[in-house]
Structure formats: C-alpha cells, structure tokens
C-alpha cells in the first residue's frame, strides 16, 4: 500500500474511535465519572501514543518535506497542517493528564478539542491536501514519500 492510501486508510481507523471517544465525552458530560469511562478513553489514549503520533511522523517527515518542495506548498496547506498538529499534541498530553488525574472537566474540555480539531484536520487532508498530491506530485516524488514512511 502506498503511502497516501495508508494515511487514508489510518483516518477511517481514527474516525471509528473518534466516535466512540464522543460517545464517551457525552457520557461523561451528563454526569459520568472518569472511572466509568476508563475502557474507552484508555483505549484511545493508546491510539494516541501509538498510531496517531505515528501517522503524524510520517507525514511530518516523509509527506510534508516532499510537498513543501512543490513552490506555495510550504507557506499554504503544510504550515496549516503542522499548526493543528500542535494544537492536538497539546490536546492530546491535556486529554491524558485528564485521565491519569480523573479529572472530568478537563477530559471533556481535552476531548471536545480533540473532536472538533481531529475531525476537521482528517477531512482537510482527505479532501485538500492528499488530492494536492497526487496531483502536483511526480511519481518520483511519490515514491520517495513512501520511502520515508515509518512502519
């Protein structure tokens, strides 16, 4: 599989489990404790770690600096993309302190962030900037990308 295909194909994983995070949120909003919802915003937490910090690696390092050599690249969608990874890596460490504390508020708080700015990164990429690059991209370029990919 080549390395856009992976990126999409990991986004339909994240939007499965973002569902159940919001189910969890919701729950947790109408008055659930952390505790009664530690399944499930574990579960995600190790998405976190594990896959979503991978896949955001990936086109940090192997998508990103590729396209960026595409001239209006770098200063348009990538600066876009890379700013919302910081947002969700500060989302992210909030979402897990909230859950290693039990505190509720800012688990909801972390995961209304996380919904909402996930959610949208995923739909910017899988409508904007994969389909930039397959198009402004060489097949050369393409290849190299998934060279850089980290498995």
Same mark, same amino acid.
């Given at each position: 599989?080549?390395?856009?295909? @992976?990126?999409?194909?990991?986004?339909?994983?994240?939007?499965?489990?973002?569902?159940?995070?919001?189910?969890?949120?919701?729950?947790?909003?109408?008055?659930?404790?952390?505790?009664?919802?530690?399944?499930?915003?574990?579960?995600?937490?190790?998405? @976190?770690?594990?896959?979503?910090?991978?896949?955001?690696?990936?086109?940090?390092?192997?998508?990103?600096?590729?396209?960026?050599?595409?001239?209006?690249?770098?200063?348009?969608? @990538?600066?876009?993309?890379?700013?919302?990874?910081?947002?969700?890596?500060?989302?992210?460490?909030?979402?897990?302190?909230?859950?290693?504390?039990?505190?509720?508020?800012?688990?909801?708080?972390?995961?209304?962030?996380?919904?909402?700015?996930?959610?949208?990164? @995923?739909?910017?990429?899988?409508?904007?900037?994969?389909?930039?690059?397959?198009?402004?991209?060489?097949?050369?370029?393409?290849?190299?990308?998934?060279?850089?990919?980290?498995?």
């Amino acid at each position: 599989m080549k390395a856009l295909e @992976i990126f999409e194909s990991e986004h339909q994983t994240v939007l499965g489990k973002l569902r159940e995070l919001r189910e969890s949120v919701n729950r947790l909003r109408e008055g659930a404790g952390v505790e009664a919802e530690r399944g499930t915003l574990e579960d995600f937490n190790r998405l @976190i770690e594990g896959d979503i910090r991978k896949h955001f690696k990936n086109e940090e390092e192997a998508l990103f600096p590729v396209l960026g050599s595409v001239p209006g690249m770098r200063n348009g969608p @990538i600066t876009v993309m890379l700013a919302e990874h910081d947002i969700l890596y500060n989302a992210f460490n909030e979402f897990n302190s909230g859950v290693e504390e039990e505190n509720r508020e800012q688990v909801i708080n972390a995961g209304d962030k996380i919904l909402t700015v996930l959610t949208d990164h @995923i739909h910017k990429e899988d409508n904007v900037l994969f389909p930039m690059s397959r198009q402004y991209l060489r097949s050369d370029q393409l290849e190299e990308v998934d060279k850089r990919m980290v498995q």
